[in-house]
């Protein structure tokens, strides 16, 4: 009974920490407050757990250079505990840290990650996916991979409050780009939607997150290395104010970037200057890591100006812990370190053999040996680059050539399906024609030759007193008349609703546009590609009506002189593209103007599941795109 008692008391102490002081303690964290994180610390009466809290802030501050572990075993009324839970995630940050052990790693993340959801705590459980993620994002071929996109799906799933969720957003865009490498289109929609979502954030080492990534975003996406800089000098302001470990080192890797931005910019000196004040001294593996990274770009900003020893130099030390950092590309850095690196040492003792007093017949033959065989070795080498090189290039031009190919394929394509639908409207027009020339013959043309046969009576009988039934025939004359009015009325009707009814959309639009041009002052052009095939009737008396009142709008406000009017099928999308070369407006300002209709016909288009976009410059005139589901 007195150990259910006791159990029942400090699951109760566990609870009350958890949801007050924990929530306090990973949010000074996760903010860099290490000042609030240390207070909350000495207000916890639990020692076991203090002691667990204390090395993963001494871990997160960056302030245990070498940490000692405070791991010890728990019994089993324990192993439910908050204590217990904290003491898996250091295990695996210490592992982690110290010998770059990522298997192992893992294993205990996890294991703590599935203790934490048992627990039902979701501050451990977003810190654990943070940890994790974290490791996974300094493997650039793993984003992507299905593990990868479940502990992103986890952190969306348990994140708890608005700091959570914008550092989800910013992990899950670099799943984004992975997944539309190939779809720049896609990329650049998601970039849009990212930067409205993480515009107004108010936490210091996330904005210098969205920075960093955005910096990146606009180097390699835009190639608008004005705006890289700017984003990447801004995050820099950000870090230099904070302290902690990733921090920190999210610090050294915005400076590496800030010097590529500048070497990209030819500001060789300048990338030279930021890039030699960059510390990476500390014996933790993630800085490890980035002295890899610090270690290449040194040796391209070196030999960009002449500093060809040093240059070298940077290189064998890039190489040496790339073989070190990267297991998966062992063998192919072994042979390329062993070839540069020989190749440098015999150089080496080739200049030396050459600048000493050889005393002896033996000696300058050794040196010719070496000689010829690194001259050997250099002119192999380069053969072997001079054929990949232009294997490569081969390669280019087979792509380029393929891609020509395609092009010529699909332009045929639109060519043949727009040669189709014009074959299909002249066919059209041609049987409504036939259609309308039967109908006037067949009934309107025998009316009125018995009119003008009963006209032809009355002319002849006009003076003639003696003629019969006058008033009869003026009876039946008018008859006549007011029947072929009637057939007049009747196949006007006709061809006036029958061009939507019979024929559809786009004949009722280009009829719309002929009727609306007038000669040198207005000038109509309908396009369409892919409108082969009649849509709902429904839809196209919506779309139509849509249309009319945009060139109705154009009319009263733009004073264009041309409208170009657009029709694209793209896979069961209809794009709708509308111009003029008017006078334009403010689109921000559209809002507040009530009177040009275009909100209603935006709201029309929401409803039929669109979208509606406008591009308009003052003096230029206006595009409107829509786009609507079919």
């Not at 002081?21 to 009466?45: C, E, H, M, W």
């Not at 979502?197 to 290395?225: G, V």
Request: charged share 30%; proline share 1%; net charge neutral.
């Amino acid at each position: 009974m007195k150990k259910i008692v006791i159990i029942i008391t400090l699951l109760n102490c566990f609870v009350s920490f958890c949801n007050n002081d924990s929530k306090q303690f990973f949010n000074a964290i996760r903010i860099s407050d290490y000042p609030t994180a240390q207070i909350i610390l000495k207000g916890v009466d639990d020692k076991a757990l203090q002691e667990q809290l204390e090395f993963f802030y001494d871990i997160m501050h960056n302030k245990r250079t070498n940490p000692s572990p405070v791991f010890k075993a728990y019994n089993n009324n324990d192993t439910l505990s908050l204590s217990y839970n904290l003491n898996l995630i250091n295990k695996a940050l210490y592992e982690y840290l110290k010998d770059g052990n990522e298997i192992s790693s893992f294993r205990t993340l996890k294991k703590a990650l599935n203790l934490a959801k048992k627990r039902k705590d979701k501050i451990l459980i977003c810190e654990t996916l943070k940890i994790i993620l974290e490791i996974y994002q300094r493997f650039t071929s793993v984003i992507g991979d299905e593990s990868y996109k479940y502990y992103i799906s986890e952190y969306r799933k348990y994140a708890y409050d608005e700091f959570e969720i914008k550092n989800c957003i910013l992990k899950e865009f670099k799943l984004i780009k992975k997944q539309h490498y190939n779809s720049e289109k896609k990329y650049l929609v998601n970039f849009l939607k990212v930067n409205d979502q993480l515009s107004d954030i108010n936490f210091t080492f996330l904005n210098a997150k969205r920075d960093i990534t955005f910096s990146a975003y606009f180097r390699y996406e835009e190639e608008d290395l004005d705006k890289s800089e700017f984003l990447i000098r801004e995050a820099i302001k950000n870090l230099e104010s904070l302290e902690g470990l990733f921090e920190n080192e999210r610090l050294i890797c915005a400076k590496i970037n800030l010097s590529i931005v500048l070497f990209e910019k030819r500001l060789f000196n300048e990338a030279y200057n930021v890039i030699n004040k960059i510390n990476t001294n500390q014996n933790i593996y993630i800085y490890k890591l980035l002295k890899t990274f610090l270690y290449y770009w040194k040796y391209e900003i070196y030999k960009a100006l002449g500093k060809i020893d040093q240059s070298k130099d940077y290189y064998i030390k890039y190489l040496e812990l790339e073989l070190l950092n990267d297991q998966s590309k062992k063998k192919q850095l072994v042979s390329e370190y062993e070839t540069k690196y020989q190749t440098l040492e015999k150089e080496k003792k080739i200049v030396q053999l050459l600048n000493t007093n050889l005393k002896s017949e033996a000696e300058r033959i050794k040196n010719r040996n070496l000689l010829i065989g690194s001259t050997s070795i250099l002119i192999i080498g380069s053969i072997i680059a001079i054929l990949m090189y232009k294997n490569t290039k081969r390669k280019q031009r087979i792509a380029e050539q393929e891609r020509e190919i395609e092009i010529q394929k699909t332009e045929k394509l639109l060519k043949e399906q727009e040669l189709t639908a014009i074959d299909a409207m002249i066919s059209g027009q041609e049987k409504e024609r036939q259609r309308l020339a039967n109908d006037l013959h067949d009934n309107l043309g025998s009316t009125l030759a018995t009119v003008k046969l009963h006209f032809d009576h009355l002319k002849n009988n006009r003076d003639n007193p003696k003629a019969e039934n006058i008033e009869e025939l003026y009876s039946k004359t008018n008859n006549l008349l007011d029947e072929a009015y009637q057939k007049v009325r009747t196949i006007a009707h006709e061809k006036n609703s029958g061009v939507m009814a019979k024929q559809g959309l786009l004949p009722a639009i280009k009829n719309l546009a002929k009727k609306a041009s007038n000669g040198d002052g207005l000038l109509i052009e309908v396009q369409d590609y892919g409108l082969d095939e009649r849509l709902d009737n429904a839809l196209e008396i919506s779309i139509f009506r849509i249309i009319q009142e945009l060139i109705t709008n154009t009319i009263k406000h733009a004073n264009a002189s041309e409208i170009n009017i657009s029709l694209t099928n793209h896979d069961s999308l209809l794009n709708i593209i509308v111009e003029d070369n008017g006078k334009g407006f403010d689109a921000k300002i559209l809002p507040e103007k009530d009177g040009m209709g275009l909100k209603s016909i935006e709201k029309r288009i929401e409803h039929m599941e669109g979208t509606f976009e406008i591009d308009s410059t003052i003096g230029k005139g206006t595009n409107i795109i829509i786009n609507v589901p079919i």
